[in-house]
């Protein structure tokens, strides 16, 4: 099992360029989030999908539209890139063990918007 | 406003010492509060807590959690270098959003 890869591991974009951050499962997930990290913020939920079809917004979605077709696939579009959006995203996939969902992270992708 | 505070930001201590990294949370709908450990990339999952007063242990690590205090504590005992890291807390709510704190900062000197 490759668990949760995304790419790229790093992306430099000027503001106003749009990309999408890939992340892919295959641990037949149901449940996978998006994730930025800032200095000293932790992390703070963007976007997240409970299976194929349905996605719901976290704590901080304006300027990401996320799209879940496949269990294993959900990628994270940024729409006009912003010097504000400069983070490290991660990707998590999760299953839920009753009281929880165990989450699995990963590697992240460093972007910076110039 | 949902919010989860972890408290101190950083701590450095000595290998052999005893830390206490505290976890505040202020959330509606709490489900159960989770500890992480972020070394350089993605973290690492080590407890779940959903009840007071049972505490989790795995080796030199155990957690507890206070429902009552909306409080946990994560437990380091007898440092190692390897322990250092940043810790995260994280609150899951009800609708499967999740609350992180900060993080503390642990760095164990030899």
């Known amino acids: 099992n490759a668990g949760v890869t995304q790419t790229p591991k790093f992306q430099v974009l000027k503001t106003g360029q749009s990309m999408t951050l890939q992340c892919a499962q295959d641990m037949n997930h149901e449940y996978m989030s998006w994730y930025r990290q800032d200095p000293g913020m932790g992390l703070r939920l963007i976007h997240y999908?409970?299976?194929?079809?349905?996605?719901d917004q976290g704590e901080v979605p304006n300027g990401y539209n996320v799209s879940r077709s496949t269990t294993e696939d959900f990628p994270l579009r940024l729409l006009s890139a912003a010097p504000s959006q400069t983070s490290v995203y991660f990707c998590?996939?999760?299953?839920?063990?009753?009281?929880?969902?165990?989450?699995?992270f990963g590697p992240g992708t460093r972007l910076t918007v110039t | 406003e949902d919010k989860v505070v972890q408290s101190p930001l950083s701590l450095v201590v000595h290998e052999g010492d005893t830390v206490t990294l505290n976890c505040s949370y202020e959330?509606?709908?709490?489900?159960?509060l989770l500890w992480y450990k972020q070394e350089k990339k993605a973290p690492t999952f080590l407890f779940m807590l959903?009840?007071?007063?049972i505490e989790k242990k795995s080796g030199r690590l155990s957690s507890i959690l206070d429902k009552k205090e909306l409080f946990s504590i994560l437990n380091i005992t007898a440092t190692q270098t390897g322990d250092s890291a940043v810790y995260l807390c994280?609150?899951?709510?009800?609708?499967?959003?999740?609350?992180f704190g900060a993080g503390t900062r642990l760095t164990v000197k030899p």
């Open positions: 959330v509606t709908n709490f489900r159960s």
């Open positions: 959903t009840s007071s007063g």
């Open positions: 999908s409970v299976g194929a079809g349905i996605t």
């Open positions: 998590a996939s999760s299953y839920f063990r009753g009281a929880y969902y165990e989450q699995y």
């Open positions: 994280a609150s899951t709510l009800n609708n499967n959003d999740m609350r």
